[in-house]
């Protein structure tokens, strides 16, 4: 209590002290866990006679009585037809946005990643795209959710409106003027082609990491291409600590994999 140090025994340490580390090594800047590793910790707290902790009963059904997704619908400024598939992914989206938990869709190339993203926005969102995508993206929007203003946040006069439905930006710029891009509040985060933060020593990685949001969907056909870290990367960003720590991913799963 008051913030000194106390001797644990060593079967303590024994019993619990790898799941202690992980619930560790998943704390923000702020201290705070994730809503991903919720379920370690309840488990914990129960192994150690405590009280579960706040927040577990919104996930408590996903845990003890999953009965499969809710269909969802589309939004109602959406205009189009999606497939039955592409229904089930927007399912899946709207569920976890509804949880507070990121998403990774790695549908192959082709399958519709773009439109099943678009049905998961909401005003405030920020999409992030490789350059060259930009304006299908744009046309996409407009022609998808004609209810949502998408401004193209690109170009030497480049400006973010006070308060946007859909900024689009590229990598690049998120590089540059992520000073500005974290100021903003926003409510939904997408990466396209999301294998641009592989590398989490990238500065698009560690720029992507600082942005924030309740709400983050990672688009990409090659979730990992080369190594396994690649992956650890894109789910630091969607939902940190759900994997560990970088260094003890690489020697859990990685190196043994």
């Given at each position: 209590?008051?913030?000194?140090?106390?001797?644990l025994p060593r079967d303590w340490f024994e019993r619990f002290g790898s799941r202690v580390a992980d619930l560790l090594a998943a704390r923000d800047d702020q201290d705070r866990l994730p809503t991903c590793v919720l379920p370690d910790?309840?488990?914990?707290?129960?192994?150690?006679?405590?009280?579960?902790?706040?927040?577990?009963?919104?996930?408590?059904?996903?845990?003890?009585?999953?009965?499969?997704?809710?269909?969802?619908?589309?939004?109602?400024?959406?205009?189009?037809?999606?497939?039955?598939?592409?229904?089930?992914?927007?399912?899946?989206?709207?569920?976890?946005?509804?949880?507070?938990?990121?998403?990774?869709?790695?549908?192959?190339?082709?399958?519709?990643?773009?439109?099943?993203?678009?049905?998961?926005?909401?005003?405030?969102?920020?999409?992030?795209?490789?350059?060259?995508?930009?304006?299908?993206?744009?046309?996409?929007?407009?022609?998808?959710?004609?209810?949502?203003?998408?401004?193209?946040?690109?170009?030497?006069?480049?400006?973010?409106?006070?308060?946007?439905?859909?900024?689009?930006?590229?990598?690049?710029?998120?590089?540059?003027?992520?000073?500005?891009?974290?100021?903003?509040?926003w409510s939904t985060l997408v990466l396209d082609e999301a294998q641009n933060i592989k590398n989490a020593d990238s500065q698009a990685a560690r720029a992507a990491y600082r942005l924030q949001a309740p709400f983050r969907i990672a688009?990409?056909?090659?979730?990992?291409?080369?190594?396994?870290?690649?992956?650890?990367?894109?789910?630091?960003?969607?939902?940190?600590?759900?994997?560990?720590?970088?260094?003890?991913?690489?020697?859990?799963?990685?190196?043994?994999?």
């Open positions: 209590g008051d913030l000194g140090f106390a001797q910790l309840a488990q914990l707290c129960d192994d150690l006679d405590a009280p579960p902790p706040p927040g577990l009963e919104r996930l408590r059904p996903l845990i003890e009585n999953w009965e499969g997704l809710p269909a969802a619908g589309q939004p109602d400024g959406f205009q189009g037809e999606l497939r039955t598939y592409q229904q089930r992914g927007v399912d899946w989206l709207l569920f976890l946005r509804r949880e507070g938990l990121g998403a990774l869709l790695a549908d192959d190339m082709g399958l519709g990643k773009t439109v099943q993203a678009i049905c998961a926005l909401e005003p405030r969102a920020l999409v992030i795209v490789p350059t060259s995508l930009l304006y299908n993206w744009k046309e996409e929007l407009e022609r998808f959710r004609p209810d949502l203003e998408v401004n193209v946040f690109h170009g030497p006069r480049r400006q973010i409106p006070s308060n946007p439905d859909v900024v689009l930006t590229s990598y690049a710029i998120l590089r540059n003027d992520i000073e500005q891009l974290t100021s903003m509040d688009l990409t056909g090659t979730p990992v291409e080369n190594r396994l870290e690649e992956l650890w990367s894109q789910l630091h960003f969607l939902n940190p600590g759900l994997l560990g720590g970088r260094s003890d991913f690489e020697q859990r799963y990685a190196r043994p994999i």
